[in-house]
């Protein structure tokens, strides 16, 4: 199976949001940054069905954990 890494910008100061995962499984999150519009929601939903395997912070700042 063929995995798949993709990078998430919500807006140009948040590009950290990455979510690995082939299509259809469930996805690993790294660092869910400001998700205000729901777009991670949407391509969790679009791509892996809306399931999450799990969540990696690499820090504690607010813009690598505010889409919890």
Do not use: W
Not at 6 to 15: E, G, M, Q, R, V
Not at 31 to 43: E, F, H, Q, T, V
């Amino acid at each position: 199976m063929e995995q798949k890494v993709a990078k998430l910008c919500f807006d140009p100061s948040f590009c950290n949001t990455y979510v690995l995962g082939g299509e259809g499984e469930p996805a690993l999150i790294v660092d869910p940054g400001y998700n205000k519009s729901g777009a991670l929601n949407r391509y969790l939903n679009k791509h892996h069905q809306g399931k999450i395997l799990g969540v990696f912070l690499t820090h504690g700042h607010f813009d690598h954990f505010l889409g919890l």
